[in-house]
């Protein structure tokens, strides 16, 4: 199997590793001359994830047999055009995936089959002030077809979006940016699998985000059960039906966000992908399920055995576990706690750092930014509270001054805190 992988950054690297591990020859596409997947891959296409085109010619230089992504969004686009010319297994077509990574199109489908959804316009760099008479602020101001939080920014009044969509804009491939109401909220995201229509709800986990700062939304953490799939756990599974339903969606993942506050659930955005919170980590911890595996045959042979996913009930699995998205204050690092030393530490299953000695981190404004991930476990939620407390305070990251960079959940002022679901 010659396999096209889009994407070679942090996200991609396990799917490189399992492809390889499966004796495949592996094709990485990715603009970065020096993305960390090049290295693990037999070939390296130096395009971009966001250009069919470019990557649809790489597909046919290399003779690609298979394409896939994991843990992004806007290349699930790209990796169905490549499938439809090159006529290659892939689990959503064109106008589907469409659908899923841009917001314009997923927005419209939402009033189109009564999702739940904020209120919204679509606006130009030159827009009307009039357009905007009614709407009510504070807002949300994102691109229609961008990832990694980036271009996202909370704005409270006319003047502010108008000084921010051109940046906005600057992420997109659209001329039009999305200005949403801002829903105060806890956010939630439902990870599943789909077989030939009949979906399986794999995990909810509560998706901890800076809120209160003007770059909203970066996500901090999730944490599996999440607080509200007690009293949710019905609703949240039926308003999944009728979104897989009304997108026409039928096989393989699906990573969707809901909003919970106090006019109850409402959609924030979906996806047909892996998550990029390292689910492809997480769902075997979680739910004793190989996601990894189910999407390699998918996207390999064009059919995968989902035998496990028979009679699995999320609800029995009593497992708790925390992906925790680090990040460091802005600085020069002079050393780095390694990997192999978080990995000690009490109930850490996966450690990953992103820096080392040496580098020079920059201000967070996006996910981009991030600084590593672990991914703790625990006996029940106080233990992995407990193993997560004990893991960020092994943890140091060091400039030259001996100051510590780690950011820890207690310095964010929004109070970022964990919620017990038992509680």
């Known amino acids: 199997m010659r396999r096209l992988i889009l994407g070679g950054g942090g996200c991609q690297l396990n799917l490189i ?5 499966r004796g495949e020859f592996v094709i990485v596409a990715d603009y970065l001359k020096n993305c960390p997947g090049a290295a693990l891959a037999d070939a390296h296409a130096k395009v971009s994830t966001f250009d069919a085109e470019g990557v649809l010619r790489a597909a046919r230089e290399f003779k690609a047999q298979s394409v896939v992504t994991l843990g992004t969004d ?3 686009l790209t990796a169905a055009r490549v499938a439809e010319a090159l ?3 892939f689990y959503v077509d064109v106008h589907t995936a469409l659908a899923v990574t841009n917001k314009r199109v997923m927005k419209s489908l939402f009033l189109e089959h009564g999702i739940p959804t904020l209120n919204y316009v679509l606006l130009a760099a030159d827009f009307d002030e009039a357009e905007l008479k009614s709407f009510r602020f504070p807002a949300v101001l994102k691109p229609v077809d961008s990832q990694g939080q980036r271009g ?3 704005v409270e009044s006319i003047a502010e979006v108008k000084r921010h969509i051109a940046e906005t804009l600057s992420f997109s491939r659209e001329d039009r940016a999305l200005l949403e109401e801002f829903y105060p909220n806890d956010e939630i995201t439902v990870n599943g699998w789909l077989d030939k229509g009949r979906l399986t709800v794999l995990s909810v986990v509560d998706r901890v985000t800076i809120k209160n700062t003007k770059h909203i939304g970066i996500c901090l953490c999730h ?3 999440s607080v509200h799939l007690k009293r949710y756990h019905g609703e949240i599974t039926a308003l999944t039906e009728r979104i897989v339903r009304a997108f026409k969606l039928e096989n393989g993942p699906i990573y969707f966000q809901y909003l919970v506050g106090d006019r109850g659930i409402k959609v924030n955005e979906i996806a047909a992908r892996i998550g990029g919170a390292y689910e492809d980590l997480t769902l075997p911890h979680i739910a004793g399920i190989d996601a990894l595996s ?6 390999g042979i064009g059919r995968c055995d989902t035998g496990a996913l028979e009679g699995y009930d999320m609800m029995k699995r009593g497992r708790f576990v925390s992906t925790q998205l680090y990040f460091f204050k802005p600085g020069r690092l002079a050393s780095v706690t390694p990997d192999a030393a978080m990995l000690a530490c009490p109930g850490v299953l996966h450690a990953k ?3 080392c000695a040496g580098d020079t981190v920059p201000e967070t404004e996006n996910a981009t930014a991030r600084a590593g991930y672990l991914i703790v476990e625990g006996s029940g939620f106080k233990n992995m509270l407990q193993n997560v ?3 960020f305070l092994h943890m140091k990251a060091l400039d030259p001054m001996g100051n510590d960079l780690v950011i820890r959940y207690e310095d964010y002022p929004d109070k970022y805190l964990f919620a017990d679901p038992n509680a």
């Open 152 to 154: 996202i920014f909370r």
């Open 17 to 21: 590793r399992r492809a390889k591990e």
């Open 389 to 391: 407390n004990d893991a």
């Open 223 to 225: 944490n599996f059960p």
């Open 353 to 355: 750092g992103f820096y």
């Open 87 to 89: 006529k290659l297994p």
């Open 294 to 299: 189910l999407l390699l045959d998918l996207t």
């Open 74 to 76: 806007q290349p699930v």
